[in-house]
């Protein structure tokens, strides 16, 4: 939460559970199965609040993996399900695992608009070469080949946002220019929880 409001103007508020019951919308970060969020503002009526799940099991709970939730949150899709992906890597279906093949759709321009930056093989939004592989083979490879010797053990290791991150949130949002300082102006900022 904090890259994020350093590298934006995205602010975080952390609300009591009172204000949770007062049925403020919120994100809700719990412990479950897996590490996932949907895409986007969510809000679903759960025990009598408004909101959107982030689940974080425990191997989840590393600084790249919430980072990556959370931007989908705010509404980031993965680098690969980009309209345009064909042209930066190619896709090895028969490798990823049955259930996990969603994660890999191309989506078209209705759903990604990646407000003109160009593909990003440096994108904590990426998955790696190997993920969700069935049998121990790659399920994206970069292309073409000076892309490949390049990124290949590269996609899927980010461990911040990079620029075009920060960047494609700064134009979803209409943020100021890119921010000089690595502070925040947020209130709450850094955010601690209670």
Do not use: W
Request: net charge positive; proline share 6%.
């Amino acid at each position: 939460m904090n890259e994020i409001s350093e590298k934006t103007c995205i602010c975080f508020n952390i609300i009591s559970r009172a204000q949770a019951l007062d049925r403020v919308p919120h994100v809700r970060i719990r412990n479950g199965n897996g590490c996932r969020s949907r895409v986007g503002r969510n809000l679903r009526n759960q025990g009598g609040t408004r909101s959107q799940d982030l689940t974080l099991a425990p191997r989840c709970r590393i600084t790249r993996i919430a980072t990556h939730e959370f931007l989908h949150v705010i509404g980031l899709f993965h680098e690969q399900s980009r309209p345009d992906r064909s042209q930066f890597v190619n896709i090895f279906m028969r490798n990823v695992e049955p259930g996990k093949r969603g994660n890999f759709r191309r989506l078209s321009r209705l759903t990604v608009d990646s407000r003109g930056l160009p593909y990003d093989y440096r994108s904590i939004m990426h998955y790696s070469n190997r993920a969700f592989s069935r049998n121990g083979r790659f399920t994206i490879v970069p292309r073409p080949r000076a892309n490949r010797n390049q990124f290949l053990n590269r996609i899927g290791r980010s461990t911040e946002m990079s620029r075009n991150d920060a960047e494609v949130i700064r134009r979803m949002y209409s943020c100021p220019s890119s921010p000089n300082t690595s502070q925040s102006s947020c209130s709450g900022y850094p955010y601690r929880f209670p």
